[in-house]
């Protein structure tokens, strides 16, 4: 009864408007499942109709016809059919139908066992709830501004539960904008405040009077965390030229900058600080910045490699991940897995579903992952995902405990 019955791809629009692609699984049983594509966020490799139409013909016709008959219950061995058919398939953006095929057969399955997706994925000891990692500031390459940095993050370590770290963090957001307007400075948001600031340094001193000036405490209440994106900063010729300014600096000169920052202000992490294939470049950073996380940005299957055979923990000791980048569900549990086996901690990016569906809260419950990127804090901008992780800590109340904060 729990056999896949039918698979059908059809084409949806993404919160852009722009074309993705929905997929239903449907069991022997009558339950079913649905799942999405992730959101390309980069507009540059975004989706295109052609390519959605090759994935809809591959999903109904090659993948269904492999699964077909196939038991819903065996994810693992679902996905790795899945995968195996990819790879003969091909299509540059297969890799966003084989997810959605994975999900739907997910939540099929939980259907049909009668439990919630989370419970269906995690099992039954779940005691954990994740930190919100709230973006409150953004420059980079896509930003018309002063700052090189992309993302000014507020680590919420000094709150007792999820729905307490929302609220702190979003009156440090709004705080941050009070200042802005104090100061005479624009006030865009799109996912955290677009602002004519003159660089990171001040970007870092308005986030530090904004938690001082809402009472709260520097290194006790809140630290920070930056995303810098330096793997866009790279140029061919193995250095990196700044988003906004003119020279070209070392992969050294990167780190004595990071490094600099970090004596500075009170930063917890840092993402994606050197270009993807600068191991050596994190090598150092990891050793000299023993105190901060070091948070690989490294194409899927190097972070897979990499933990297996446990040269990961040399480079950095803490990954971020979104849908968008993971192949199939049983790849993303699997990650989660090596990595808590390395020490490695794992942080969920939710900006990366395509409808405004609450599965990611789900997910990172289920895998009992620690912190979850939310992009800006203010609630009616994430309702459904904020609501359905506040739904489940009501829920399990004291059953369940918040993620232990970073040490600094």
């Known amino acids: ?70 038991d819903a219950l065996d994810q693992q061995g679902l996905d790795k059919i899945i995968l195996n058919v990819s790879e003969k398939s091909g299509g540059s953006t297969l890799k966003n139908a084989t997810i959605a095929v994975s999900i739907a057969i997910a939540k099929a399955a939980s259907s049909y066992c009668k439990l919630p997706i989370y419970r269906y994925i995690g099992g039954a000891n779940k005691n954990l709830f994740p930190m919100p990692l709230s973006t409150v500031i953004r420059g980079g390459f896509d930003v018309n501004n002063k700052i090189n940095i992309k993302e000014f993050i507020l680590v919420p370590v000094g709150f007792r539960n999820f729905k307490d770290s929302i609220y702190g963090s979003s009156k440090v957001f709004n705080k941050i904008g009070e ?52 793997s866009e900063w790279k140029t061919k010729q193995g250095r990196y030229k700044l988003p906004k300014e003119i020279k070209l600096l070392s992969s050294e000169q990167i780190g004595d900058y990071l490094f600099e920052l970090c004596q500075k202000y009170p930063i917890i992490f840092i993402e994606d600080p050197l270009g993807r294939r600068d191991y050596e470049g994190y090598r150092k950073l ?61 942080i969920m990016s939710d900006r990366s579903l395509n409808k405004e569906n609450s599965l990611i809260a789900d997910i990172i419950i289920g895998l009992g992952i620690k912190h979850v990127k939310i992009g800006t ?32």
């Open 1 to 70: 009864m729990s056999a896949i019955k039918n698979i059908c791809a059809a084409k949806k629009l993404d919160l852009r408007g722009n074309s993705s692609l929905e997929v239903s699984v449907e069991l022997e049983s009558g339950h079913r499942g649905v799942g999405f594509a992730p959101l390309t966020l980069d507009l540059n490799t975004a989706i295109t109709d052609e390519s959605i139409l090759d994935d809809i013909k591959t999903v109904n016709q090659i993948i269904f016809k492999a699964l077909k008959g196939k």
């Open 377 to 408: 804090p203010i609630v009616a901008d994430r309702v459904c995902k904020f609501k359905r992780f506040l739904e489940l800590e009501e829920f399990f109340n004291e059953r369940m405990r918040s993620a232990s904060p970073w040490k600094y």
């Open 179 to 230: 200042l802005l307007e104090e100061h005479g400075r624009s006030t865009n948001i799109q996912n955290g405040y677009i602002s004519d600031l003159n660089g990171d340094l001040e970007a870092l001193e308005i986030i530090c009077d904004a938690i001082n000036g809402c009472g709260y405490n520097l290194g006790d209440d809140f630290f920070i965390g930056l995303n810098v994106s330096a």
């Open 286 to 346: 990891k050793n000299r910045m023993t105190d901060v996380k070091i948070v690989g940005n490294i194409d899927i299957e190097d972070i897979l490699e990499k933990l297996q055979t446990g040269a990961y923990s040399d480079v950095a000791n803490a990954v971020v991940v979104s849908l968008k980048d993971i192949r199939t569900l049983s790849e993303l549990m699997n990650l989660v897995e090596l990595s808590r086996q390395a020490s490695c901690e794992v």
